[in-house]
């Protein structure tokens, strides 16, 4: 039986206290805990949990040790910075890595909504100094659809149709950047969830990100290439990481959602044709087109 379907046959209760009592135990010892080194950024439905995966097999390179997530950055920063430590191995967790290996270790999350939200680059530039942040993105109209999917699903979303989801979109993002950027507090249920069509517009947000952050400091990965040659995306992050190839990688697509039908051919081509002027400017991230549109 794999860990994946042990997992999934723990009850959600008791998830939910070995959770919390994870937690309550990593703040108490969050002065003896790392902090990350290394943020996966987005973008949503990109291909962010199957790199995680990738990464998380690297012996050097150190998971969080509950979620893979923590939304600190972004819908938990009410909480201080000892409670993000919580959520990361120990100091002395991180010099045994060291011992075995010869290498300095990083630490990680995998919070894609950390890219979207108009603070969050902001926040982590400031408590995570040298931060680097990898970035994926994948064809915007696939994402957007992806991610429509994706929220129907999980119960986020009542408008059950992609086309009738696209439609109201403006009317439900007026203004919510505006308020997220005003108040450190705010929170936008409609901004977290239903931007289905601004996700994919990736240049407005990895230029915010860069000047915070520094564009040194970023690596962006086209996910089309990263799932047909994964050995090569892989090499690519592990160089911008300054680490070696150390051991044996399994790379494999998760997280993904079917589509309960197809998308109206005209919808499909309004919204690539909305994209083009975006996936240009993105061409200077990638190094070249973008795999969309090759």
């Known amino acids: 039986m794999s860990e994946r379907t042990l997992r999934e046959r723990v009850p959600t209760s008791v998830k939910a206290v070995v959770g919390h009592s994870t937690r309550t135990f990593g703040r ?50 009410g909480h201080d910075l000892a409670w993000y430590r919580a959520h990361f191995p120990t100091k002395a967790a991180a010099r045994r890595v060291a011992d075995h290996t010869g290498l300095a270790p990083i630490g990680f999350e995998s919070s894609p909504y950390y890219l979207y939200h108009p603070l969050a680059a902001r926040r ?19 994402r957007a659809w992806s991610h429509h999917a994706h929220e129907v699903a999980r119960g986020f979303e009542d408008l059950a149709d992609f086309a009738s989801a696209v439609a109201a979109e403006d009317e439900r993002l007026r203004g919510a950047e505006e308020r997220l950027r005003a108040d450190e507090g705010h929170y936008s249920f409609d901004h977290q969830h239903h931007a289905y069509t601004a996700r994919g517009r990736y240049t407005d947000y990895l230029e915010p990100l860069a000047e915070a952050v520094g564009r040194d400091r970023v690596l962006v990965l ?72 090759r």
């Open 28 to 77: 108490l010892t969050s002065s003896s805990r790392i902090l990350p080194g290394l943020l996966l950024c987005g973008g949503q439905r990109c291909g962010t949990t199957s790199l995680y995966r990738a990464l998380a097999q690297h012996p050097a390179i150190l998971k969080p040790i509950c979620h893979k997530g923590v939304h600190y950055f972004d819908t938990a920063y």
């Open 124 to 142: 982590f530039a400031r408590d995570l100094p040298g931060v680097k942040v990898i970035v994926l993105v994948r064809d915007p109209v696939e």
């Open 222 to 293: 086209d996910s089309g290439e990263f799932f047909t040659r994964p050995e090569d995306a892989f090499e690519r992050v592990l160089r911008f990481l300054g680490l070696p190839w150390l051991g044996e990688f399994a790379f494999a697509r998760h997280n993904a959602r079917g589509r309960p039908s197809p998308m109206p051919p005209a919808l499909r081509e309004r919204l690539s044709e909305h994209y083009e002027p975006y996936d240009e400017r993105l061409a200077d991230w990638l190094g070249g087109a973008p795999s969309w549109r």
